[in-house]
């Protein structure tokens, strides 16, 4: 299957900074990506839609001005947590969508745990 | 995207079949059933997806009812590496950007 790369795996930041985690699709290009978070012991929470050379769409409560997210090329897709705070640690994973005969199939990276202290 | 319900966990005695039930009555005709599996703290990860027919590959066969409500996965022969969460999703695939959107899923569990 089709690889989709995250990093960093893990990410340690203090309370107020900013993080950036990146998403890379290795072996095909994806015009889409999305962003989840899970916290523990929960199912993937959908963030946003990350559409290559426009805005990303986000899902209701999610706040757009502090979860970033840009998509500037076809195999790139970026998350920038700002000014983050205790709650926002949790494990982020993108998946990114490669188009095939069958129909569109989600390959996902393999997470970043993101502590803030 | 249809909501599906699955069981919250299951276990499996190592070496068996796993049989993963899955229902999705409300799945509307052009949505395909995919299943996928999240093994802890990684990313979720493909295992099989169809339409209507049943469906084979290496990891996984997938049998879906006729009246296309249900469907289950089954593992021919679970191991202790197939411990994992295993999500039944309904989604419009073909030729489609449509959101991948995960329930609780079912934790199972492979015993030795």
Redo the contacts between chains.
Sequence with gaps: GAVVSQHPSWVICKSGTSVKIECRSLDFQATTMFWYRQFPKQSLMLMATSNEGSKATYEQGVEKDKFLINHASLTLSTLTVTSAHPEDSSFYICSALESRGSGTEAFFGQGTRLTVV | DAKTTQPTSMDCAEGRAANLPCNHSTISGNE?V?W?R?IH??????II?GLKNNETNEMASLIITEDRKSSTLILPHATLRDTA?Y?CIVRV?????????????TSLSVIP
């Design positions: 395909y995919y996928y999240q703290s990684q990313g979720p990860q493909y997806h969460v999500y695939g073909v030729t489609s950007y449509d959101k991948v959107i995960f329930g609780p899923g």
